[in-house]
């Protein structure tokens, strides 16, 4: 069975600090993706990550996929309250015909 | 596009009833997802479909649990009969799982959440 473990759960900061979120697994995925979720929504994606070792950045987000292409984190620099909310990883695995799962998420508030 | 759209976007049943929650994917995606969020257990797959086909339905809690997909532009997903324990907000998503994993990007609905009393 494949998961998605991500940490930490819960995290409330105040603006202006930087934050990392992580993302681990003991399988391979075909790719890594980071999605964000507002209350009463669905998740939207961010970004997806598919090179061993790869790095993207979105502004003050700093996405990474681990070398073995199992983990992925998520940096937040300088965080702003607009940055609060829910953030998932999900993991794809391309030869079960596109399985996509996602992590428990970490709950981001940060407080003006 | 309109996107993923779900319906009912509530429901209300009581213990017993038979729910049947329904989605339209976005036009020309050959993926489609459904998923059950919680608290407890975060964002969880029940069953996907790949050009009409369910793929892995291991994810689906129970037998009283049954998902179909008649044809490209409509799935639903059946409880019955319905318990208290399957009060959730459910999902649905649709992605086009091309030759090249950068193009997989999963669009989700607005959810149904589901109480059972």
């Known amino acids: 069975t494949q998961l998605l473990e991500q940490s930490p759960q819960f995290l409330s900061i105040q603006e202006g600090e930087n934050l990392t979120v992580y993302c681990n697994s003991s399988s391979v995925f075909s790719s890594l993706q980071w999605y964000r979720q507002e209350p009463g929504e669905g998740p939207v994606l961010l970004v997806t990550v598919v090179t061993g070792g790869e790095v993207k950045k979105l502004k003050r987000l700093t996405f990474q996929f681990g070398d073995a292409r199992k983990d992925s984190s998520l940096h937040i620099t300088a965080a702003q309250p607009g940055d609060t909310g829910l953030y998932l990883c999900a993991g794809l695995t391309y030869n079960q015909g596109g399985k996509l799962i996602f992590g428990q998420g970490t709950e981001l508030s940060v407080k003006p | 596009d309109a996107g993923v759209i779900q319906s009912p976007r509530h429901e209300v049943t009581e213990m017993g009833q038979e729910v049947t929650l329904r989605c339209k994917p976005i036009s020309g995606h050959n993926s489609l997802f459904w998923y059950r969020q919680t608290m407890m257990r975060g964002l969880e797959l029940l069953i996907y479909?790949?050009?009409?086909?369910?793929?892995?339905d291991s994810g689906m809690p129970e037998d009283r649990f049954s998902a179909k997909m008649p044809n490209a532009s409509f799935s639903t997903l059946k409880i019955q009969p319905s318990e208290p324990r399957d009060s959730a907000v459910y999902f649905c998503?649709?992605?086009?799982?091309?030759?090249?994993?950068?193009?997989?990007?999963?669009?989700f609905g607005q959810g149904t959440r589901l109480t059972v009393v």
């Open positions: 998503a649709s992605s086009l799982i091309g030759r090249l994993p950068m193009n997989t990007e999963a669009f």
């Open positions: 479909f790949n050009n009409n086909v369910p793929i892995d």
